[in-house]
């Protein structure tokens, strides 16, 4: 479970709290403004209270040599790309690490996605990891990492540009 939506299941304890605690005592007041925060924490100032994360970390910086794009479902319509697409350029590998290693928590409210996409990477030592990216009809740019749902919109304008996006495709079939 995420970070934020523990935040968000604390901001629902607080409230329970108070509903039980004595009304106009310090607790109350104190339960109630706790809930207000998590509440509004947990929906939209994630990134600015819990600042960037490292959507990679478990690399443990190891170089990568290799990103792939795929389909992320079959016969899915909002893919980013109908087949495999390799990124091998040591510069756009460079960019795109660069906007994973910055990264905001997100909580998710169901967004409808524009397109989906698996993104493998790979590492020279043949490790690799696998992040779901998902842009949303909001501009947003989703991450689905192992351990999290982070954010990142500048990462779906450019996957866009790599992959010479015009609109959202079925997976070819072979």
Same mark, same amino acid.
């Given at each position: 479970?995420?970070f ?7 901001g ?7 509903l039980f605690s004595?009304?106009?005592?310090v607790?109350s007041?104190v339960?109630?403004?706790l809930?207000?925060?998590a509440?509004?924490g ?6 600015v209270?819990?600042g960037t994360?490292n959507?990679?970390?478990s690399?443990k910086g190891?170089?990568v040599?290799?990103?792939?794009l795929?389909p992320?479902?079959?016969d899915?319509p909002?893919n980013?790309t109908d087949?495999? @697409? !390799? &990124?091998s350029?040591?510069?756009?590998i460079?960019y795109?690490?660069? *906007?994973?290693?910055?990264t %905001?928590?997100?909580f ?8 989906e996409?698996?993104m493998?990477l790979?590492t020279?030592?043949n ?11 909001n501009n947003? @740019? !989703? &991450?689905?990492?192992p351990?999290n749902e982070?954010?990142k919109?500048? *990462?779906g304008?450019?996957? %866009?540009k790599?992959?010479n996006f015009t609109?959202?495709s079925?997976m070819k079939?072979e």
């Amino acid at each position: 479970m995420s970070f934020s939506k523990w935040i968000f299941i604390s901001g629902f304890l607080f409230i329970i709290l108070y509903l039980f605690s004595k009304k106009g005592t310090v607790l109350s007041k104190v339960l109630f403004v706790l809930a207000i925060f998590a509440f509004l924490g947990s929906f939209y100032l994630p990134g600015v209270i819990f600042g960037t994360w490292n959507s990679i970390k478990s690399l443990k910086g190891k170089e990568v040599h290799n990103i792939f794009l795929q389909p992320s479902i079959p016969d899915w319509p909002a893919n980013l790309t109908d087949s495999l @697409t !390799v &990124i091998s350029d040591t510069s756009q590998i460079a960019y795109i690490l660069d *906007l994973l290693k910055k990264t %905001e928590a997100y909580f998710l409210n169901h967004p409808i996605p524009i397109w989906e996409t698996n993104m493998i990477l790979i590492t020279k030592e043949n490790d690799s990891l696998s992040l779901r990216i998902s842009k949303t009809e909001n501009n947003g @740019t !989703v &991450i689905y990492s192992p351990d999290n749902e982070l954010r990142k919109d500048e *990462l779906g304008s450019y996957l %866009e540009k790599v992959t010479n996006f015009t609109k959202p495709s079925v997976m070819k079939k072979e």
